[in-house]
């Protein structure tokens, strides 16, 4: 077992290797770590270095030069200047150049740190938004789509990868090696997407093209929702008005009840004194 940095595993069996991520420990054993990393990686592994940036760069026979920080992998081929796809295995200088011996000759490498620019290009929900900050969407609109593109004077667009997340539904970052994304079936609530471009050296765009999003009831059920408010608020008030007049009624009841009783007892009072006249 050999230690690469605080994040990956290189774990030989059989003469074979395969990358772990030590944060994914599940019970006893190692859950395998393969966010893009080629399956084919594990036989043809000959060699490995992590640089001074932490990032993982792997010699394989036939794959070329792969480098990874275990979330996204790129890779370098022949057609992109190395010797050979046959790697043998990957050295770093002090002053960062990497060295990698090919079955085709000695190639040297010094990685970019540029970070590459990150842009939207069209939304698409049941049609084409453009470009947009905000959205507004139906609940019944099933079909989301994010395009973006990625621009760097080092890596061309079509070697670009781009990490994305849509907070409100998942707060982690997640890979994806093409310039679009799509969700389905969202439910109600507020979303922001956020996409960053990565390129081939594993530079991340400082900061993210970003969309914010609320999904809402259709708005047909919004009217008919309102008018149930406006029906309800008008029972409401029809209800209180009832009320009160049914307790100024009774108000007024009482009141001529009282004077009824008032002029009772002055007749029997006036009659009481008459009677003692006659007398």
Do not use: C
Not at 36 to 64: K, M, N, V
Not at 179 to 205: M, Q
Not at 207 to 224: K, N
């Amino acid at each position: 077992i050999e230690l690469l940095g605080d994040r990956l595993l290189l774990i030989k069996q059989e003469q074979e290797w395969q990358v772990h991520n030590p944060a994914w420990l599940e019970g006893d054993h190692l859950a395998p770590f393969g966010q893009g990393l080629p399956e084919e990686a594990r036989r043809l592994y000959h060699g490995s270095h992590i640089d001074a940036e932490g990032r993982l760069w792997i010699a394989t026979w036939g794959l070329g030069l792969l480098v990874t920080d275990g979330l996204v992998t790129q890779r370098y081929q022949r057609q992109d200047g190395l010797a050979h796809d046959g790697a043998q295995d990957v050295m770093e200088t002090a002053f960062g150049d990497l060295w990698i011996p090919t079955e085709g000759g000695v190639s040297r490498y010094r990685p970019s740190s540029e970070p590459p620019g990150v842009r939207l290009t069209d939304v698409i929900a049941e049609a084409s938004h453009g470009v947009v900050d905000e959205l507004s969407l139906p609940s019944t609109a099933d079909f989301l789509r994010f395009e973006f593109l990625g621009s760097s004077d080092f890596t061309p667009p079509h070697r670009m990868a781009f990490v994305y997340r849509l907070k409100g539904l998942h707060d982690d970052w997640r890979p994806v090696y093409e310039a679009g994304v799509e969700f389905s079936d969202l439910p109600r609530g507020d979303y922001t997407f956020e996409v960053k471009a990565v390129d081939r050296d594993l530079n991340y765009s400082v900061e993210p093209a970003t969309v914010h999003l609320t999904v809402h009831l259709p708005y047909e059920r919004m009217s008919w929702a309102g008018g149930l408010l406006f029906a309800l608020i008008l029972v409401g008030w029809q209800t209180r008005r009832v009320v009160r007049r049914d307790r100024s009624l009774s108000a007024q009841n009482l009141a001529l009840e009282e004077q009824a009783n008032d002029l009772t007892q002055a007749r029997d009072q006036a009659q009481a004194a008459n009677k003692a006249k006659s007398q």
